[in-house]
């Protein structure tokens, strides 16, 4: 086949277009945004996994893959006339040099934190018909990512704590709660308390400037190479993991610990 453009980024509209034609592919030429849904969520995560990988290859693989979904949606919309992938790249373009009048024009910052305060009030400023300040938090966000991301909005407005042993102190409170909850048969209850706890936590490593989820994913991936070298020893002693009781897991969850 001889393609007409041979500019990456104009041969992959080329690409996708042929896909979505009359000859192109029956998986493409099915789809839509909301079919689409959950590729875009897929991708944007083996994107993360590529780059904690640190491996070039891999994160341009998988940014492809993402570009793939937002040529996909494009495409989709010029099909109904409702936009192309150009409109898409101006729009971003026209609210990247909005957002960025210490770039684009004479405004000035301190730092990072102001560039962060000034995008938020530029933002409220480009839709002003919203209702608060919390709308633009999408609802689809991990719940403690969003929890994240709405206490950092508030805090922009003075909502906050001024001390990181404040906000220690009501992470002990909510903890406190969670055990006397835990004395009742009222499990809505116990997952009230429980969600305070998570909330407390998420806004104690906002505080000190720690993303809540990079640091649960951290733990998880720990646990997973401390379970995974249990499995290995467990292997190497010719015992499956159901045959051993949990004073052996414990002790070799401690060796893993050490090594792992």
């Known amino acids: 086949m001889e393609f007409k453009e041979k500019r990456p980024l104009y041969l992959f509209e080329e690409v996708i277009s042929i896909l979505r034609g009359e000859n192109g592919c029956p998986?493409?030429?099915k789809q839509t945004h909301m079919t689409l849904r959950p590729y875009l969520i897929e991708e944007t995560y083996e994107a993360i996994d590529a780059i904690e990988s640190g491996d070039p290859a891999h994160i341009r693989e998988e940014l492809g893959d993402i570009l793939l979904q937002i040529y996909l949606h494009a495409e989709i919309a010029r099909e109904k006339g409702e936009?192309?992938?150009?409109?898409?790249a101006q729009t971003i373009i026209d609210k990247i040099i909005l957002r960025h009048p210490?770039?684009?024009?004479?405004?000035s910052v301190r730092d990072a934190d102001q560039v962060a305060d000034r995008w938020e009030q530029i933002k409220k400023q480009e839709k002003p018909n919203r209702e608060s300040m919390l709308d633009g938090v999408p609802r689809h966000l991990p719940a403690?990512?969003?929890?994240y991301r709405i206490q950092q909005k508030v805090s922009r407005v003075g909502f906050d704590w001024e001390r990181v042993e404040d906000v220690a102190a009501k992470l002990d409170e909510e903890v406190?709660?969670?055990k006397e909850a835990l004395n009742s048969p009222d499990t809505e209850k116990i997952a009230d308390e429980a969600g305070d706890i998570l909330f407390s936590i998420?806004?104690?490593l906002r505080f000190i400037r720690i993303n809540p989820e990079d640091a649960l994913t951290r733990t998880i991936n720990k646990f997973m190479a401390r379970f995974r070298y249990i499995e290995k020893?467990?292997?190497?002693?010719?015992k499956s993991l159901e045959e051993m009781d949990i004073d052996e897991m414990e002790g070799l969850w401690q060796e893993a610990k050490i090594k792992a």
């Not at 210490?102 to 405004?107: K, M, T």
């Not at 020893?233 to 010719?238: D, K, L």
Request: aromatic content about 10%.
């Open 27 to 29: 998986w493409d030429k």
């Open 233 to 238: 020893r467990a292997t190497e002693m010719n």
């Open 83 to 88: 936009f192309t992938i150009d409109d898409v």
């Open 202 to 204: 998420a806004n104690l």
């Open 176 to 178: 406190r709660e969670l």
């Open 144 to 147: 403690l990512l969003k929890a």
């Open 102 to 107: 210490h770039v684009f024009g004479e405004d």
